[in-house]
């Protein structure tokens, strides 16, 4: 994984994307007709806020990853980004598996960010423009640069509106789209196991945050 996606993708892996009938662009040359200046300030916002809690050093560990939670629930469609990341297997998933599935896919992707707490030290996001794929879908590029980061760091966040609010959906890093990428190890994961969803659930406990387990395949 990028330190950049572990430092700022909402994906919770994190991974977090709408549904692959909706496929994904790749960002193109802005041009001021097709920006969206509420989806660049929901993201501009979002950002300085999760950084802000990242970055608090009178925060004890747990309260991070309270006020995190909070954030999460409120600025990324958790339901949605769970149930992709699970690929063709979300189709037959039982409700009672798909619950554990779910609880187990939010700590693992908490764990994956509170064990890199240290890394936050005063980075900075700046919008550089958005594209209007559709009302209502916005790809927003921002740029991470301050703090350890040895270089600008460019992020495309791809962000839905149905009319209640922007939601995060899916982060690009390095051309790279997080959730999709997350759902592919997953469904290989399950594919590698004879299609059970409950391997993948256990290796997720496993893992506890730290990405090796699924990374190894063991």
């Keep these: 994984m990028?330190?950049?996606d572990l430092k700022l993708s909402f994906a919770l892996g994190v991974a977090s994307v709408v549904t692959a009938a909706l496929p994904v662009a790749a960002p193109v040359a802005f041009a001021q007709s097709a920006r969206d200046a509420n989806a660049e300030a929901f993201v501009q916002q979002g950002a300085r806020e999760v950084l802000a809690v990242l970055n608090d050093r009178t925060k004890s560990d747990p309260a991070k990853k309270e006020a995190f939670r909070v954030l999460i629930n409120r600025l990324v469609d958790v339901p949605k980004v769970t149930r992709f990341v699970l690929g063709k297997y979300a189709r037959s998933v039982a409700p009672d598996q798909y619950n554990r599935f779910a609880n187990a896919f939010r700590t693992y992707a908490e764990g994956v960010y509170m064990s890199r707490i240290d890394d936050y030290h005063g980075e900075k996001v700046v919008v550089l423009g958005s594209l209007v794929r559709k009302p209502g879908d916005v790809l927003v590029t921002t740029q991470l640069a301050g703090g350890?980061?040895?270089?600008?760091?460019n992020?495309?966040?791809?962000?839905?509106?149905?009319?209640?609010?922007?939601?995060?959906?899916?982060?690009?890093v390095s051309g790279v789209w997080l959730a999709i990428t997350q759902q592919q190890d997953f469904v290989s994961t399950i594919d590698n196991n004879g299609g059970k969803i409950d391997v993948l659930i256990g290796q997720l406990v496993k893992d506890g945050g730290t990405g090796k387990i699924l990374r190894s395949g063991k």
């Design 155 to 172: 992020l495309v966040w791809r962000v839905l509106n149905d009319g209640s609010g922007w939601k995060v959906v899916d982060v690009q």
């Design 2 to 4: 990028f330190r950049a």
């Design 148 to 153: 350890r980061s040895s270089a600008p760091t």
